[in-house]
């Protein structure tokens, strides 16, 4: 089936001035709806987002415990190079699922984490309670993301385990400048 020619430019000349008007393939497709048939596609997400509300915490729940899975992994044999990525993987999930999901600190505690494990020489060099304490962490603000004095706990051992991590990748990463930028650079994920 050959392709339809598309109409020719419109050139209205006018003594100072010429207007180029371009055609509108696009108008074939268009249909037109009726005052009383408005559709509100940004309407009809939020009432879909309402309606799955209920399941973001078992959806986090399962991330989280996917993270905890990883962690047990390495525990067990090490941060072979499968384990080290599950690990990251997981909390690299979490990091980008946990805000839209209303756990906006479970996000910013797995970008520590995932930030510990992209710029550490040797992960298994890594003060294992650092690996735990995040760990950890994602679990608690997930399973008791209930009442807002936990919220602002949540949020504030995020922010220490930032710190407390970025203070340990700094000091091991004094010789690798291009890694001290990625560190010292602003977070990424939402704020809580």
């Keep these: 089936m050959a392709k339809e020619k598309p109409p020719a430019l419109e050139i209205r000349s006018f003594p100072d001035h010429h207007v180029i008007m371009q055609p509108n393939p696009l108008r074939k497709v268009l249909r037109r ?3 009383t048939d408005l559709d509100d596609p940004v309407l009809r997400a939020e009432q ?22 990883a962690h047990a992994a390495i525990l067990k044999d090490g941060f072979s190079e499968k384990n080290s990525e599950e690990l990251f993987r997981a909390a690299h999930d979490i990091k ?17 984490l995932c930030r510990l494990i992209e ?14 304490h995040h760990v950890q962490a994602v679990q608690a603000i997930v399973h008791d993301h209930t009442k807002l004095d936990r919220i602002t706990t949540a949020s504030e051992l995020s922010r220490r385990l ?5 203070d340990y990748l700094v000091r091991v990463n004094h010789d690798r400048p291009e890694h001290l930028e990625a560190i010292m650079a602003p977070s990424i994920v939402p704020g809580d």
């Design 162 to 166: 930032r710190k407390v991590a970025d």
């Design 119 to 132: 710029h550490a020489p040797e992960l298994d060099k890594v003060p294992p309670d650092l690996i735990t």
């Design 48 to 69: 879909a987002l309402a309606g799955l509300s209920g399941e973001f915490k078992n959806w986090m729940a399962i991330e989280a415990d996917r993270l905890s899975a």
């Design 33 to 35: 709806v009726g005052e």
């Design 96 to 112: 980008g699922d946990a805000a839209t999901f209303g756990y906006p600190s479970a996000a910013a505690t797995a970008e520590s």
